[in-house]
């Protein structure tokens, strides 16, 4: 896939009064490339010879183009230029944002951009948030009936804590945007404050609250003052350290309903996570509901897939319409585990991931590769793709 023809250009760019103007459109071109294409990201990446740029399509980086190495400093300049970052530091880490306007804005939230000093020149990741007005309710992002009904079931409860756990990019942010919405349209007038970092999507009827890591205005800090503001309804972007986790809890246990995020690779590693925080078992048990835990798989594109005789299941071809990937667009896969009385029991003896999860088995738990193969059965993935995501496919 190519975004423009930059050899015939590159002559025209090695004359110094064409090259602000040529790189200014190149920049341009795989901005509004990336967003045509549905692109999360693009990737500036710096080596010996080149600047590679690559697109993150459905999950998966794909190389659009291979820039001579002179362009490398012109076109990250540009880039800082951009997201308002120092153009004359090219030794320290930068982050910023891309404003949207005009035509290009449509369907598109914003675009963040983080720049990092390599060996070979500074490495540069512009993130694109779009506005998936398909993707707002509960009932529009795939879960399988049974998490559904527990994830709406919990959300009508006045008090405990909620924790969505997966990758960066696995969806977590649009689910807790759809389960707060759930909520306002279900007890219209609760208070319901989220604090985000950064605020990735705009609820109307949500205090939203923008955090700032490197500031005074901290996720503990604003907690903290949040909880005399009266609110029924707490939403935190990440529980990242032992002390945000903690008050957290504290809140929970205290008449309020609170839901986030947190690192951790199945949802028995996400009780195991807090207790190394530092939080008590008997608040653990006492305040947790319940762990999400999802990841996107690729879908098939409807347009090539065709039907392995070996196997029976779909696999991916490879059309125009999908750019020869075979996949079009991602569908969610989770697993979500309540706690029990044994559950709880387990927790309480501090019992290890491995044990913890052997119990889940035994009382039926229906994990994300079970999930996964539900969507291979409907012709929406492959058993590559679930392998990719969940490990090796049984």
Do not use: W
């Not at 659009?64 to 951009?82: D, G, H, Q, T, W």
């Not at 153009?87 to 891309?98: L, V, W």
């Not at 503990?220 to 529980?239: F, H």
């Amino acid at each position: 896939m190519k975004i423009m023809n930059t050899k015939s250009e590159n002559k025209d760019l090695k004359n110094p009064q064409n090259k602000a103007q040529d790189v200014t459109v190149l920049v341009d071109g795989f901005l509004e490339g990336a967003m045509n294409t549905g692109a999360s990201d693009i990737h500036f990446e710096p080596t010996e010879n080149e600047l590679i740029v690559k697109y993150r399509l459905d999950g998966v980086l794909k190389t659009v183009e291979k820039l001579p190495k002179f362009l490398s400093e012109n076109v990250i300049a540009r880039l800082k230029v951009l997201g308002g970052l120092l153009t004359y530091r090219n030794d320290i880490p930068q982050e910023g944002r891309i404003e949207i306007t005009g035509h290009d804005s449509q369907g598109v939230l914003d675009e963040r951009l983080a720049v990092f000093p390599t060996i070979y020149g500074q490495r540069a990741i512009v993130r694109i948030f779009y506005q998936h007005k398909n993707l707002t309710e509960l009932g529009q992002l795939g879960f399988s009936g049974p998490v559904c009904k527990t994830l709406k079931s919990i959300a009508f409860k006045n008090q405990g804590l909620l924790l969505l756990t997966g990758p960066a990019g696995s969806g977590k942010s649009t689910t807790l945007a759809a389960l707060l919405r759930f909520i306002l349209k279900s007890f219209p007038g609760k208070s319901i404050v989220a604090l985000e970092d950064p605020v990735e999507i705009r609820i109307e009827g949500v205090t939203q609250v923008q955090i700032t890591p490197f500031g005074q205005m901290t996720f503990p800090t604003a907690l903290r003052s949040l909880l005399r503001q009266d609110p029924q309804v707490l939403m935190i972007g990440e529980i990242r350290d032992a002390e945000t986790a903690r008050i957290a809890i504290e809140a929970a246990l205290t008449g309020h309903f609170l839901m986030s995020t947190m690192h951790s690779g199945t949802p028995a590693a996400g009780f195991l996570r807090l207790l190394e925080m530092g939080i008590e078992p008997y608040q653990v048990t006492s305040s947790v509901c319940a762990i999400l835990n999802q990841r996107l798989v690729r879908k098939l594109c409807n347009k090539c897939k065709k039907k392995s005789e070996k196997t029976g299941f779909f696999e991916a071809a490879g059309c125009k319409d999908c750019l020869d990937t075979g996949y079009k667009g991602r569908v969610l896969i989770s697993e979500i585990v309540e706690l029990n009385s044994e559950l709880r029991k387990a927790i309480a003896q501090k019992t290890d991931l491995e044990k913890l999860e052997t119990l889940l088995k035994e009382q039926g738990h229906t994990n994300m590769l079970a999930d996964g193969k539900r969507l291979i059965s409907e012709s929406v993935t492959t058993v590559d793709e679930l392998s990719k995501v969940c490990g090796i496919f049984e």
